[in-house]
């Protein structure tokens, strides 16, 4: 009965989804990390002036939200970078995945850029890369020089290529309370007055604690946006 039940509810949910089609998947070498091209043919991305989230049917009555990095909006192709080093169904999905296949979802809101010009600071762990590519790609540098902070496991490698086109992200080697302290001692190091918005998305004890931390600093005079996206 039960299954009867779960089975009509999914039913339900996929009639209400849009579809997509896996174009690409690339896996970074030294990375739990997988680049997925997705191409959206239903989708106006012109209008997209947001960061979104893609949220996806990663199993039966399982959804998980991935963030559209680099689309373009003649191909309508976007890609995900999704991080996958942990036991969770939407890892397990995203490790399965190639190109031909088809992926269900639903698109959403899921941040604004700043409605001020002036630096940017951004504090993530590896399953908010995406969701800061998506700000860069929002924003103009010139009006919006960013610094982003990554907080990445021990050995977690991240391809030069990616450095050499994003030389505004900086990498931290530590996660849990080591990385914490890390990026502490990283935006001591700087002038926090010099930053008009503050960004942290990524797990949520660690944007909740970032978020108290640079509240408290006397120097910090951004408005500041967290996002949780896993605990
Ligand atoms: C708006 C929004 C945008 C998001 N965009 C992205 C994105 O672009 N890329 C991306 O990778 N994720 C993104 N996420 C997070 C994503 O939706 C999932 O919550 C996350 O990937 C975990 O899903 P899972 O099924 O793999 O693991 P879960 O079933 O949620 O968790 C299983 C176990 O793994 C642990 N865990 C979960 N995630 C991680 C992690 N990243 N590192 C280490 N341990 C973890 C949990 O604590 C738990 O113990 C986003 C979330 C939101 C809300």
Redesign the pocket.
Known sequence: MVDILKKAASGLMERMLSSALVVAVRTWPHADMHEIDLYLPDIDMDSWDTIK?LKCK?GTLEY????PVLWNSETNVCT????????????RWVRTLKPGDQVLFGPAH?ASPPSQTGPILCFA???AI??FLALKQLTDRSEHPMDVVVMIPDGYGIPEIFKEENPEFHFINGIGQAGLNMMEQWFLSKDLRDYNSIYIAGNVSMTKTLKTKLKASPNVHARIKG?G???
Do not use: N, P, Q
């Open positions: 989230r990663v998980r939200d991935y963030t995900m970078l999704i991080d996958s080093g942990h036991a969770g169904a939407g890892s899921a762990d590896a399953s995406g969701h996002y996206f896993w605990s």
